[in-house]
């Protein structure tokens, strides 16, 4: 990733005034077997999106307790929820998701990933009618949010994700953020063009087009109630992350289990995880885990 190049596109974004138009996505549903085939590889251990991965995870650290039960909305391939699941082994993890075809490449990961605190069906966000209220200790979303037809579905999955959590349960949710130039988008997308399929660089183009403004989702998370910090990347909202904590430290146990995943990463997978951390970090979200 070109420094220079990434901090020209941010600086503009910080002197640019108005705000795209959202282009919502195609579908709300990630059903096509070719898309999801390359949103698998592209978020598998050897893949482009496991660094950011990785720091979802680390995040969550703070959020997750053992014996939690997890709700991950909109789970997809579950690449994401292994890696919750790898770092909580005592908490127990429940993954919705809208589209069949989405529930059965997650199933085919959690097999492979030899998780056994993770289960699956299908769900929608936007009407979680198998849960009780208050009946999940901890909600998660990650890069989903987007894929929501308007403000009024957006703002519907937040009032569905307050019904089903506990009073003062922990939240870990993560998406991009609208950015204000279409050369901004276009550059994130097509950056890193030679480490991901075409389909993926088109759908990652796609799914920045359709996120919501920080004013969108700071408005449509009120009914997550007190104590829910917003976050985004250091100059622009290329990602934004809500969280609420549950505990005040990690323990040991879960640093060791951070640690060895993070060693798990390429050198040029590391020093991407480390440039996210520290965007991050600049913007007041640091790592709940010291990685040095």
Wanted: net charge neutral; proline share 5%; hydrophobic share 45%.
């Amino acid at each position: 990733m070109s420094v220079a190049a990434m901090l020209g596109h941010l600086l503009l974004e910080r002197v640019s005034l108005r705000d795209l138009e959202r282009v919502p996505e195609p579908t709300m549903a990630m059903d096509d077997p070719a898309q999801v085939e390359a949103f698998w590889e592209c978020g598998s251990l050897a893949g482009v999106l496991a660094p950011t991965y990785l720091f979802n995870a680390l995040q969550t650290a703070h959020v997750v307790r053992p014996g939690d039960k997890v709700l991950d909305l909109a789970c997809g391939p579950a690449n994401q929820l292994v890696q919750f699941a790898r770092l909580h082994p005592e908490a127990e993890f429940l993954g919705v998701d809208h589209a069949a075809t989405m529930i059965d490449r997650a199933r085919e990961t959690v097999a492979r990933s030899g998780v056994r605190n993770v289960s699956l069906q299908p769900g929608d966000m936007n009407a979680l009618t198998g849960l009780a209220d208050a009946s999940v200790d901890c909600v998660t979303c990650t890069f989903s949010l987007h894929h929501l037809p308007d403000l009024t579905s957006l703002q519907v999955a937040f009032r569905e994700a307050a019904r089903v959590l506990k009073p003062g349960g922990g939240i870990y949710i993560c998406d991009f953020g609208r950015l204000r130039r279409r050369s901004t988008q276009a550059y994130f997308a097509y950056e890193r063009r030679e480490l991901q399929t075409d389909l993926f660089t088109q759908d990652f183009l796609n799914s920045l087009k359709a996120a919501f403004t920080l004013a969108d989702l700071k408005k449509a998370a009120a009914p997550l109630g007190g104590g829910v910090g917003i976050h985004q990347t250091a100059l622009a909202p290329f990602m934004v992350v809500l969280s609420r904590p549950t505990q005040a430290a990690a323990s040991a146990a879960t640093i060791d289990r951070g640690m060895k995943m993070l060693s798990e990463l390429s050198p040029r997978q590391q020093r991407d995880f480390m440039n996210l951390s520290r965007w991050f970090r600049i913007a007041g979200l640091p790592l709940p885990i010291d990685v040095g």
